[in-house]
């Protein structure tokens, strides 16, 4: 069995910076995406960064330019390092990790059970 734990989150000014991590633990051979989706109240689960194993990354355009995706795949950590963070940032980050190639089983997707992410002054 595979699990996500996320943390870093918490409470910041408009403008300040935080620093997410998410490590996967369990049988694990390897995760070919790692990234982070974030749930505001009232809104849809949304697509905030990803990473695959080779580096390559993929940010939404509402924090391209702010945000910084990375992982240490020896490690199966992805992290998020928030910069000029905004009230609207404000939500609940989740780590997921996709296609992951376990003892058992190849492909399945992952959630962990998320960070909070409060932008305000």
């Known amino acids: 069995q595979v699990q996500l734990v996320e943390s870093g989150g918490g409470l910041v000014q408009p403008g300040g910076s935080l620093r997410l991590s998410c490590a996967a633990s369990?049988?694990?051979?390897?995760?070919?995406?790692m990234g982070w989706y974030r749930q505001a109240p009232g809104k849809e689960r949304e697509l905030v960064a990803t990473?695959?194993?080779?580096?390559?990354?993929n940010y939404a355009d509402s924090v391209k330019g702010r945000f910084t995706v990375s992982r240490d795949n020896a490690k199966n950590t992805v992290y998020l390092q928030m910069n000029s963070l905004k009230p609207e940032d404000t939500a609940v980050y989740y780590c997921?990790?996709?296609?992951?190639?376990?003892?058992?089983?190849?492909?399945?997707?992952?959630w962990g059970k998320g960070t909070l992410v409060t932008v305000s002054s």
């Open positions: 990473i695959s194993s080779g580096g390559t990354t």
């Open positions: 369990g049988s694990i051979f390897s995760i070919d995406v």
């Open positions: 997921n990790a996709n296609r992951v190639a376990t003892t058992t089983a190849y492909g399945r997707n992952y």
